[in-house]
C-alpha cells in the first residue's frame, strides 16, 4: 500500500511546518498584486506535505495557520473583527485551503504514494497534474468566492480570473513545496546514492524558485510601473478628449452663426432644418436657439413680427434690469415644441446672463454661463449656455469695431455628455470622476458614490481644470482600483500559466530522474540480494550434488562390485552350478545398475525438457493389478500387509502414458515397502470427476513406516536429495526417485502431495487427468511377461539381498519364453554394429539361439549386404561412423523389394522421442541396450510367426 510508503515525522517538524506556513505566506504575499491572492503559494504545498505526514493531527494546524495568515494580510484588521464578516471570510478561505490539503494527502496516502518513490513514470505524472494541479481548484473556487461574497476590493465579475490566479499561485507552491520538503525528510539514513539523488533534487528545485520568484516579482513591478504609466496615459487622453469636445461645441456654434450671418432671409423652417442637423451631428448640443440684439424702441415691431410668423401673439418677456438696456429676445429656437415657452424670452432680462452677453460683447468672443439645471428634460440635467456672436454682414472688412452686432446664436449643452462623450468605455470603467465649477463644494457631476469611495481609499488621484468659454471647471479623477487589477491580470495570464507550465515539467522531468534512480538504486540492490541468494542456492546445490555423486559412488559400486566380484569368482571355477549362481547375481546386480542409469537419464531429460508423454489406449485396472503383483512377494517375505483398493469404474479405459504412470507408482510403492518395517502398505485408486471427457484421478500410497518431519517434507522433491543424510545410508537410493515421479505428474496436469507424521507413517497422494479412452477394445497382456521388468524398476529394493525365491522365479519366466525358441534357428538375421564387444555379445547370442548372422561395421556397409545377400531381419544400430541406422533404414524403406523387411533397432537411444523417430522412419521394433535376453527373444519369435 502506498501508506506503508510515509516517512515517519516528529512533532518539531509538525510546529516548523506550521510556523512555515504563516511566514512564508506573509513574505510572499508581499510581492503579489493583490493581498489574499499570491504568484507563489508555497503555503499550499507546505500545508499537503503536512496532512500526508501527519493525517487528521495537522488538519487543525492548516486552519489556524491559514485563518491567522488571513487575518494578518486584512488591512486595518482588528481581533475583534473575528465574529464580523471580516472573520467569517477568513474561515471559510481556511476550510477550503484545509480541504485542499486534505484532498491531496489523501491521495497520496492511499493511492500514490510518496511523489519521490514512485515505481512507474505514470505514478509521478499522475502526482503532478492530479494532486500538483488540479486539486488546487478546491481552495481556489472557495476562497475567491469567500473575497467576492464579503470583500468589496473583489466581486463577483472578475472571479473567473481571480480564480484562475489563484489556483495557479497554489499549483506552483505545491510543485515547489512538497518534492523539496519530503527531500529533506529521513535525508540520512538514505545510501549515498540516494543522497546525491536527492541532493540533485533539492537544488535544482531551489534554483528554479528563486528564478520564477525573480520573474514574478520582475513581471509584477513592470507590470505596475506600466499600470500607472497607462493610467497618465489616460488621463491625458482624456483631457484632450474634452477640449475636443469644447471644441466641437463651439464649431456647431460658428457654424450656426455663420449660416445667419450670410443668409439674410433666412427664416424660421430654414433655422430648424439647419439647427436639427447640428443637434444630430452632437451628443453633447440640447438645443439652439437665435437671439436677435434689439433696442428697447424696436420691441414692438419685433413682437408683431413674432405674432405674424407663430399666427399667435407672442410677447417680448423680461423687464430690462437697468432702463434703457438693450433686449436680447428668443426668436427661434431648436427643438421647437419642448422649448415653446422659452420663444419671447428677453435673456438680458437674467443677472447671469446678462453678464455673459457683456463678456461676449467685450471680446467678440463665445462665453458659458455657469452651470444650470435644465429642466426640458424628464428629470434636472445639468447643462450650461454658450453664447456666439453674430455680426451683420459688411463686405469684407475684418475690423470688428465696425461691424455692427446682430444678435447671439445659443447653444444650450449637457454638461455630464461633454465629459462622457470625451472618454471611451473603457476609460469610463477604468476611472470615478466628478467635476466642479470654480468655486463650488459640491460637484455638478459625479460617478463616485459612497460604497465606491470606501472600496477605492488609497488609489491614485488626478485632477486638472479646463476652461470651457470663460467657466473653469476642475474635473477630479480617480482610479478604479478593481479595473486596474483586472487589466493587469489580462497581462499575467499568459505569463503566469506559461510559467506553471514550464515548471510543472522542469519538477516532472526531475521527479522522473529521482524516481529512476531510486529505481535503480532498489533494483541494484535486490539484484545484490539475488546474487547473494543464488550463491547461496549454488552452494546448497553444488552441497547437494557432491552428496548425490557421494551417493551415486555408492549406488553404482554396490552392483558394480557385484557384477565384477562374480563375474571373477565365475572366471576362476569350474562347478558349472557354482557358475551359474555367480552369473545370476551377476544379473539382477546388472538390472539394478541399469535402474540408476535410466533414473539419472530421466531427470536429465526432464530438466531439460525433452521429455515427453505417449497418448495410448490403455487398462488402468490392469496397471494396478501388476503393481500389486510386483509387490506381492516383497511384503509376503517382510510380512507386511499389502493392499490393493481399486474404486475406478470397471468400464473405464483412459488415453496417456502407461509406462510413466506405472514408473510413478513403482517408485511411491517401493518406498513404502522400503521405509515400512511392520505395519501395511496399501495403494488406493479413485475417481475423482469426469469434466470434458477428462478423468481426475486420485491415487494415494499409505504406509505405516518410519513417516516423515515437516522440514523434511520440502527437501523430498529437490533433485539428488533425500530426507536427511542418513536415509541413504540406512536405505540406500540415488534420491531421484521423488523428483521424477513429481515432475512427470506435473505432466499429466497433476502432482504429488505428501501428509506424514514421523514414526507414524506416511500418506503420498498422486493426482492426474487423463483422456477417456473412445475404443475400449484393448488387449490384456500377460502379467508374468512383466515381472521382472517392474521390479527392475522399484528402487526400494535392497541392492544386496534380493531374494532368491524372486530371482528364481524370473528364471522360470525366461525358460517359458525359451520353450518355442527352435524354430528361431531357420532366421539368417543381418547386424549392423560398430563397437567390437557388442559385436561379439550378439554374435554369441544369436549363435546361442542357432540363428545364422553376418556382422557390418557401419549402416552403408550393410546396405551393401543386403544387396549381396538374403536376410530375414536386421539388427541395427542408430550410432554408426559413414551412415547410422537412421540414414540406412531411410535408404533401405526407399527400395520396394524392402518394404516387407523387418528392421529392429537396437540402441542405446532409449527416451520417446527418438523411440518415435525410429519407427516413423521405418523401423519395424525398438530394443533398447543393454539387451535384454527376453526382450530378443520375443521379438525374434514374433518375426518367425
Known amino acids: 500500500m502506498p501508506i506503508n510508503s510515509i516517512p515517519k515525522a516528529s512533532w ?27 504568484p507563489i503559494w508555497l503555503p499550499a504545498g507546505i500545508a499537503l506535505v503536512g496532512c500526508y505526514l501527519y493525517w487528521w493531527r495537522f488538519f487543525p494546524a492548516v486552519l489556524l495557520a491559514s485563518f491567522i495568515f488571513n487575518c494578518t494580510v486584512t488591512p486595518n484588521f482588528e481581533l475583534n473583527q473575528i465574529l464580523s464578516t471580516i472573520g467569517l471570510q477568513n474561515l471559510i478561505i481556511s476550510l477550503g485551503a484545509t480541504l485542499q490539503a486534505i484532498v491531496g494527502s489523501a491521495l497520496l496516502r492511499y493511492w500514490l504514494g510518496n511523489p519521490l518513490s514512485q515505481s512507474n513514470n505514470r505514478s509521478t505524472i499522475y502526482y503532478v497534474l492530479i494532486i500538483g494541479i488540479a486539486v488546487n481548484l478546491i481552495s481556489a473556487n472557495i476562497g475567491v468566492y469567500s473575497l467576492s461574497i464579503f470583500n468589496p476590493n473583489y466581486n463577483l465579475d472578475n472571479y473567473q480570473l481571480n480564480m484562475v490566479f489563484w489556483w495557479l499561485g ?24 540516494q543522497r546525491k539523488s536527492r541532493s540533485v533534487l533539492l537544488f535544482c528545485i531551489s534554483t528554479l524558485f528563486i528564478i520564477v520568484l525573480v520573474l514574478a516579482n520582475f513581471f509584477i513591478k513592470d507590470s505596475n510601473i506600466t499600470s500607472a504609466e497607462m493610467v497618465k496615459r489616460e488621463v491625458n487622453i482624456i483631457e484632450n478628449g474634452i477640449y475636443r ?14 449660416f445667419i450671418q450670410n443668409t439674410p432671409n433666412a427664416d424660421r423652417l430654414s433655422f430648424h432644418k439647419k439647427a436639427q442637423q447640428l443637434t444630430d451631428d452632437s451628443s453633447t448640443l440640447k438645443a439652439l436657439s437665435w437671439n436677435p440684439y434689439i433696442e428697447v424702441t424696436e420691441r414692438e415691431a419685433h413682437q408683431q413680427a413674432l405674432a405674424q410668423e407663430y399666427q399667435q401673439a407672442i410677447p417680448i418677456r423680461g423687464n430690462a434690469l437697468v432702463a434703457g438696456d438693450p433686449l436680447v429676445y428668443v426668436k427661434w429656437i431648436s427643438p421647437e415644441q ?3 415657452e422659452a420663444i419671447g424670452f428677453n435673456v438680458y432680462s437674467n443677472p447671469e446672463r446678462k453678464q455673459t452677453l457683456n463678456q461676449t460683447m467685450e471680446n467678440y468672443q463665445p462665453k458659458a454661463t455657469n452651470i444650470i439645471q435644465l429642466v426640458q428634460s424628464n428629470q434636472k440635467e445639468p447643462g450650461f449656455l454658450l453664447f456666439f456672436p453674430v455680426f451683420e454682414h459688411e463686405g469684407n472688412s475684418q475690423n470688428k ?5 446682430q444678435g447671439f446664436v445659443t447653444g444650450v449643452f449637457l454638461a455630464e455628455n461633454v465629459i462622457t462623450s470625451a472618454m471611451t468605455q473603457a476609460q469610463q470603467k477604468l476611472f470615478f470622476y466628478e467635476v466642479y465649477e470654480e468655486g463650488k463644494q459640491q460637484p455638478f457631476f459625479s460617478t463616485i458614490t459612497k460604497a465606491s469611495a470606501e472600496i477605492q481609499a488609497g488609489s491614485d488621484d488626478y485632477s486638472h481644470i479646463f476652461d470651457v468659454n470663460g467657466q473653469p471647471w476642475h474635473i477630479h479623477l480617480k482610479v478604479n482600483r478593481d479595473q486596474s487589477i483586472k487589466r493587469q491580470h489580462n497581462d499575467f495570464i499568459i505569463f503566469f500559466v506559461l510559467l506553471v507550465i514550464i515548471v510543472a515539467i522542469i519538477v516532472t522531468s526531475l521527479l522522473l530522474m529521482n524516481n529512476r534512480q531510486m529505481i535503480l538504486n532498489n533494483l541494484v540492490k535486490e539484484r545484490t540480494v539475488s546474487l547473494k541468494q543464488a550463491v547461496s542456492e549454488a552452494n546448497y546445490a553444488n552441497k547437494a550434488k557432491s552428496q548425490f555423486l557421494a551417493n551415486m559412488s555408492h549406488e553404482i559400486r554396490t552392483p558394480m562390485n557385484s557384477v565384477i566380484g562374480f563375474a571373477q569368482l565365475a572366471k576362476s571355477s569350474d562347478d558349472m552350478q557354482e557358475i551359474k549362481g555367480y552369473l545370476k547375481h551377476i544379473d539382477v546386480s546388472s538390472d539394478l545398475l541399469l535402474h540408476i542409469v535410466n533414473n539419472i537419464l530421466d531427470i536429465s531429460k526432464i530438466e531439460s525438457s525433452k521429455i515427453t508423454l505417449t497418448d ?12 500389486f503383483n510386483v509387490f506381492e512377494v516383497d511384503s509376503f517375505n517382510n510380512e507386511i500387509k499389502w493392499d490393493l483398493t481399486d474404486n475406478i469404474p470397471k468400464h473405464l479405459y483412459f488415453k496417456g502414458d502407461q509406462t510413466r504412470i506405472e514408473q510413478i507408482l513403482m517408485n511411491l510403492c517401493g518406498n513404502a515397502m522400503k521405509f515400512t518395517k511392520s505395519g501395511s502398505v496399501s495403494l488406493t485408486a479413485d475417481l475423482v470427476e469426469i469434466v470434458d471427457n477428462r478423468a481426475h484421478l486420485c491415487l494415494q500410497v499409505t504406509d505405516t513406516g518410519i513417516g516423515i518431519s515437516a522440514e523434511s517434507i520440502s527437501k523430498l522433491f529437490q533433485p539428488f536429495t533425500q530426507a536427511d543424510s542418513s536415509t541413504s545410508r540406512d536405505f540406500g537410493g540415488t534420491g531421484l526417485g521423488l523428483t521424477i515421479a513429481q515432475k512427470l505428474s506435473h505432466l499429466m496436469d497433476g502432482d504429488i502431495t505428501i501428509s506424514s507424521v514421523e514414526g507414524k507413517g506416511s500418506t503420498f497422494t498422486f493426482t492426474c487427468k487423463l483422456a477417456l479412452a473412445e475404443d475400449r477394445t484393448i488387449s490384456a497382456p500377460d502379467v508374468s511377461s512383466f515381472l521382472k521388468e517392474m521390479a527392475l524398476e522399484k528402487e526400494s529394493v535392497n541392492h544386496a539381498e534380493l531374494s532368491e525365491s524372486n530371482h528364481e522365479n524370473m528364471v522360470t519366466a525366461e525358460s517359458e519364453v525359451a520353450v518355442n525358441t527352435k524354430s528361431l534357428s531357420d532366421l539368417t538375421i543381418l547386424v549392423a554394429e560398430d563397437n567390437r564387444i557388442n559385436q561379439k555379445l550378439i554374435t554369441t547370442i544369436l549363435d546361442k539361439l542357432e540363428i545364422k548372422n553376418t556382422v557390418v561395421e557401419n549402416g552403408q556397409l550393410a546396405i551393401n549386404a543386403l544387396e549381396q545377400g538374403s536376410f530375414d531381419a536386421i539388427l541395427m544400430d542408430c550410432q554408426m561412423p559413414v551412415l547410422d541406422g537412421y540414414e540406412a533404414t531411410t535408404i533401405i524403406r526407399t527400395m520396394s523389394k524392402y518394404d516387407n523387411l523387418p528392421i529392429i533397432a537396437l540402441t542405446a537411444d532409449v527416451d520417446t522421442r527418438n523411440k518415435e523417430k525410429a519407427m516413423n522412419i521405418g523401423f519395424n521394433h525398438h530394443l533398447s541396450k543393454p539387451i535384454n535376453l527376453k526382450e530378443l527373444k520375443q521379438c525374434l519369435q514374433s518375426i518367425v510367426s
Open 170 to 193: 497554489d499549483s506552483l507552491g505545491v510543485l515547489f513545496a512538497c518534492p523539496f520538503i519530503l527531500s529533506f525528510i529521513h535525508h540520512a539514513p538514505l545510501t549515498e546514492d
Open 245 to 258: 469636445q469644447i471644441s466641437s461645441n463651439i464649431q456647431s456654434l460658428r457654424s450656426l452663426a455663420h
Open 338 to 340: 419642448s422649448n415653446s
Open 401 to 405: 469695431a465696425l461691424k455692427k452686432l
Open 616 to 627: 495410448e489406449v490403455f487398462n488402468l485396472h490392469l496397471v494396478l493389478t501388476r503393481i
Open 12 to 38: 518539531a517538524l509538525y510546529l516548523l511546518l506550521f510556523f512555515s506556513y504563516v511566514v512564508s505566506g506573509n513574505f510572499l504575499s508581499s510581492i503579489s498584486f493583490q493581498s489574499q491572492i499570491v
